[in-house]
C-alpha cells in the first residue's frame, strides 16, 4: 500500500496524508459516539417514533445539501466541509444537560442537520484531489485509519457506558472534542484550482440536472428501493436489542468494535472491487451481502448470530460509503460534482423520512417479522432490476 503511494504526484500524497489524520480523528468521535446514539436513546426513554428520527436523521438532514451544492459564500469546498462539521460536532457539548428522550432526540437530529452540509463539497474534493482510477482504493485506505480508532474508542465507551447509561451526558461531548480537530485537520488540505468565488444558488431544474444522465438516473432508482428496503428495518434494530435482547453497554461496544472491524475489512476489499468491476456487479455483490442482516435478525435473536449480523453490517456500510462517491465522481465532472451528490442526497432523504417510519408501524400492527420480510422483498427487487444495468 505504502509503495502505491509514494508513486502518487504529490498533490494526491498532501491530500491523502491529512485526509488519514483527519480520519483516525473522526474514528475516535466516530466509536465514542454513533454506535450508542439509538441504543442509548432507548434505554433512557425514547419511543419508537423517536428511535425511528434518531434513524432516519442522517437521511432527512442530507435533502438539505441541495441548498450547498454552489459555493454561495465564495469560501472555496474545504471550509463547507470544515466548518459545518465543527459547529455541528460542538453542539454535542448540549449532551451535558441533556437528560429527556425529546431533548436527546432534538440535539442529535440539530447535529444530524448540520453536519449534512459537507456532503456535496466532499465529493468535490475527491473528485478533484484524487485520480479517478485510483480514488476507490485512496478512500478505502482512509477509511482503514478510521476504523482502526473507532473500535478502540467503541469498546471503551460501552465500558463507561456500562457504569452508568446517562454517562454518555460527559462521553458524547468528550469524544466530540476528536471530531471537531478531525475537521479542522482536513482543513489543511489544499484544493487543486479552486476557486474561491462566489456563486449564485442555482434553480432548482439546474440542481436536479444530473437526472438526466441516464445510467445514473437508473442507479439512482434502483438504489433507492434497495436502501428503502434497509431503512424500513433499521429502527427495528435497536428496538429489538433493547426490548427483546436486552443487549448491556459492553456488548454495544463490542458490537460497534466488530461492526468497525468488518467496517475496516469491508473498505480493503470493496475499495478494490468498485474500482475493477462494473457498477452493475458491485451492486449485485453489494445487495446479497447487505440482505444477511434482517435475514439472520428474521431467523433469530441469539446474540452470537446478531454479533455476525453487525458484522455483516461493518462490510455493508463500508460499501455504502464508497459506492455513492466513486460512482458519482465517475459519472461527473468535476464542477457538476456537488450537484449529483446533492441529487443523491436528496433522495436519501426522502427515503429517509419515510421508511424508517414505516417499519414500526408495520411491526405494531403486524410483526417484526412482517417488516423484515417487506425489507428483504425490496432488496430482492432492486436486485433483480440490476440485470438491466450495463
Known amino acids: 500500500m505504502f509503495n502505491k503511494i509514494k508513486t502518487l504526484p504529490p498533490r494526491v500524497r498532501h491530500t491523502f496524508y491529512y485526509d488519514v489524520k483527519a480520519a483516525a480523528l473522526f474514528g475516535i468521535f466516530g466509536g465514542g459516539f454513533l454506535p450508542f446514539v ?10 419508537e417514533f423517536q428511535i425511528a428520527l434518531l434513524t432516519a436523521a442522517p437521511y432527512i438532514a442530507t435533502a438539505f445539501a441541495i441548498f450547498w451544492t454552489e459555493d454561495i459564500l465564495g469560501k472555496g469546498r474545504v471550509w463547507y466541509v470544515v466548518w459545518p462539521n465543527v459547529v455541528g460536532r460542538a453542539f454535542l457539548f448540549s449532551m451535558l444537560f441533556v437528560a429527556s428522550p425529546f431533548a436527546y432526540t432534538l440535539v442529535v437530529f440539530i447535529y444530524m442537520v448540520i453536519t449534512a452540509i459537507p456532503f456535496p463539497s466532499y465529493a468535490s474534493v475527491m473528485k478533484t484531489n484524487y485520480p479517478d482510477e485510483a480514488r476507490g482504493r485512496l478512500m478505502s485506505y482512509v477509511r482503514v485509519g478510521s476504523a482502526c480508532f473507532w473500535i478502540v474508542a467503541s469498546i471503551i465507551t460501552g465500558w463507561i457506558l456500562e457504569k452508568n447509561t446517562y454517562n454518555y451526558r460527559y462521553i458524547f461531548p468528550a469524544a466530540a472534542i476528536f471530531g471537531i480537530l478531525s475537521a479542522l485537520e482536513f482543513g489543511r488540505i489544499k484544493v487543486r484550482l479552486e476557486k474561491k468565488k462566489k456563486q449564485r444558488l442555482e434553480a432548482l431544474s439546474h ?37 427483546k435482547v436486552h443487549i448491556s453497554n459492553i ?40 440482505a444477511f442482516i434482517p435475514l439472520i435478525y428474521l431467523l433469530t435473536h441469539n446474540i452470537w448470530f446478531l454479533a455476525v449480523a453487525q458484522g455483516i453490517a461493518g462490510i455493508t456500510f463500508a460499501a455504502i460509503e464508497l459506492i ?10 468535476h464542477r457538476e460534482t456537488p450537484r449529483y451528490m446533492a441529487v443523491y442526497a436528496v433522495f436519501g432523504g426522502v427515503r429517509g423520512i419515510t421508511a424508517p417510519f414505516l417499519g414500526p408501524v408495520i411491526m405494531n400492527n403486524f410483526s417484526a417479522e412482517a417488516a423484515i420480510a417487506l425489507s428483504l422483498l425490496l432488496m430482492a427487487v432492486a436486485f433483480l432490476l440490476t440485470q438491466k444495468m450495463q
Open 324 to 333: 455513492g462517491y466513486v460512482v458519482i465522481t465517475r459519472m461527473s465532472h
Open 38 to 47: 439509538a441504543i442509548v436513546g432507548r434505554k433512557i426513554g425514547a419511543s
Open 207 to 243: 440542481l436536479t440536472a444530473p437526472l438526466k444522465n441516464k445510467p445514473f438516473l437508473k442507479f439512482i432508482i434502483i438504489y433507492s428501493i434497495f436502501e428503502f428496503g434497509l431503512l424500513l428495518w433499521l429502527p427495528l434494530y435497536p428496538l429489538i436489542l433493547v426490548d
Open 251 to 290: 456488548a454495544t461496544g463490542i458490537f460497534g468494535a466488530i461492526y468497525s472491524g468488518m467496517w475496516l475489512l469491508g473498505f480493503f476489499f470493496w475499495g478494490r472491487f468498485i474500482d475493477r468491476h462494473t457498477l452493475s456487479s458491485s451492486l449485485k455483490l453489494f445487495f446479497i451481502v447487505t
